[in-house]
Every structure is written in structure tokens, then in C-alpha cells.
């Protein structure tokens, strides 16, 4: 049992490129989530879905698009990366309103 | 639209020390859950406790402790006996279950970075 999987752990993108930052959980949950952590302000939500083929914005969602084709997996694009998006991004996962299981991160930067 | 404000930014006490964090939160709905997280140094998110709001009764675990009080809106987390290891930030949130906008949304306050020094 994995829990929440995240790839890739560290990311440097020009202003300009795409890339999806994968997530994965194992755990069977209906309810997924992206964040973002900056300095001094939380974690706050980008996109979330409650179940396959669902998703929804959060806070903070321009600049990304999300799909969930799977209960497993729960991608986020960047589809043209600028330096305001250098982040650490976390992917979370939970069974509606229990506990949210997060996964260990990635470190984005765009130069 | 929910908040969840931690006012303390930054704490710093001595090993062994108690220290409180503060938690104050705002929502229209009577039916929500709280939580807080541990974030050490690491980087991962830690799970402390769920609280719903039906559920007043104070909890303990080891050296923790939390003080919920629907009254003040606010959900407080005391470290007894601080230790080195407590060094963290702790983030206070909050999820509701209205079926409108915002629900299933997890608010996170800003954290409180606490030090303990040895």
C-alpha cells in the first residue's frame, strides 16, 4: 500500500514550457485534491475532483487543467509554466470528509 | 465562503515548555470538520485529529491536546512537555459539507511555525 504517490520530486521548467505533475493513490478514494504551498500563505487549492470523471476549481486555478479519467490517478498541467507558478505542489487524497492523505510533494521551479 | 485564521505566525519557546496554538475559523454551516497537520522540517503533511462539529468534547493524545469551542469558533492545539521534535508548522483546516460551491474544499490557515529550542 503506497498511500499518495507523486512525480517528479523536483522540477525546473523555462517560462513557457508544459509539464504534468502526476499523482496517484492506492487507496481507492473517491475524493482527490492539487495544492499549492508558498511561502507564508498556507496550502491552497488548485482543482479538486470527488470522483472519476468529476473535477472542480479551487482558489487558485489558472494556470492549470486537470482531468480524472481513473479513481487512481489525478494529473495537473501546467500548459504554459511561468515563474509565478514556482511552487511545492502536494496531491492529496481522501474518503469524502475524513481525513485528507497527502503525498510528499513537488518542488517546482520555473526560471 | 469559510476562513481559518492562525494568528500566530511564528512561536519560540524552551523544551519542556507548554505552548497553545491558536485556531479561529469561520463558516455558515453548522455540519463541518476541523483538522490539524504537522509539517516538520521534512516537508511532509502530517494528520493530527478530525473534529466534526457535533463533537465538543476535548481530546488528548500523549502530550497533545485540543480545546474545541463552538462558541469562539475556535479549535486550539496545546503541546504539553514540549520537545525538540515538535519543531514543525502546524496548519489548522477546515471542510464543510454544504453541496454548493465550496464543498469538499479543505481551507488551510497559514500555519504557525513553532521552534522549540533545547
Avoid at chain 2, 509539517?39 to 503533511?45: A, D
Avoid at chain 2, 493524545?61 to 508548522?89: E, H, L, M, P
Avoid at chain 2, 474544499?105 to 522549540?116: A, N
Wanted: proline share 4%; net charge neutral.
Amino acid at each position: 500500500n503506497a498511500g499518495v504517490t507523486q512525480t517528479p520530486k523536483f522540477q525546473v521548467l523555462k517560462t513557457g514550457q508544459s509539464m504534468t505533475l502526476q499523482c496517484a493513490q492506492d487507496m481507492n478514494h473517491e475524493y482527490m485534491s492539487w495544492y499549492r504551498q508558498d511561502p507564508g500563505m498556507g496550502l491552497r487549492l488548485i482543482h479538486y475532483s470527488v470522483g472519476a470523471g468529476i473535477t472542480d476549481q479551487g482558489e487558485v486555478p489558472n494556470g492549470y487543467n486537470v482531468s480524472r479519467s481513473t479513481t487512481e490517478d489525478f494529473p495537473l498541467r501546467l500548459l504554459s509554466a511561468a515563474p509565478s507558478q514556482t511552487s511545492v505542489y502536494f496531491c492529496a487524497s481522501s474518503s469524502r470528509l475524513y481525513e485528507q492523505y497527502f503525498g510528499p510533494g513537488t518542488r517546482l521551479t520555473v526560471t | 465562503a469559510q476562513k481559518v485564521t492562525q494568528a500566530q505566525t511564528e512561536i519560540s519557546v524552551v523544551e519542556k515548555e507548554d505552548v497553545t496554538l491558536d485556531c479561529v475559523y469561520e463558516t455558515r454551516d453548522t455540519t463541518y470538520y476541523l483538522f490539524w497537520y504537522k509539517q516538520p522540517p521534512s516537508g511532509e503533511l502530517v494528520f493530527l485529529i478530525r473534529r466534526n462539529s457535533f463533537d465538543e468534547q476535548n481530546e488528548i493524545s500523549g502530550r497533545y491536546s485540543w480545546n474545541f469551542q463552538k462558541s469562539t469558533s475556535s479549535f486550539n492545539f496545546t503541546i504539553t512537555a514540549s520537545q525538540v521534535v515538535d519543531s514543525a508548522v502546524y496548519f489548522c483546516a477546515l471542510i464543510t459539507t454544504y453541496s454548493g460551491a465550496g464543498s469538499y474544499q479543505l481551507t488551510f490557515g497559514k500555519g504557525t511555525k513553532l521552534s522549540v529550542i533545547p
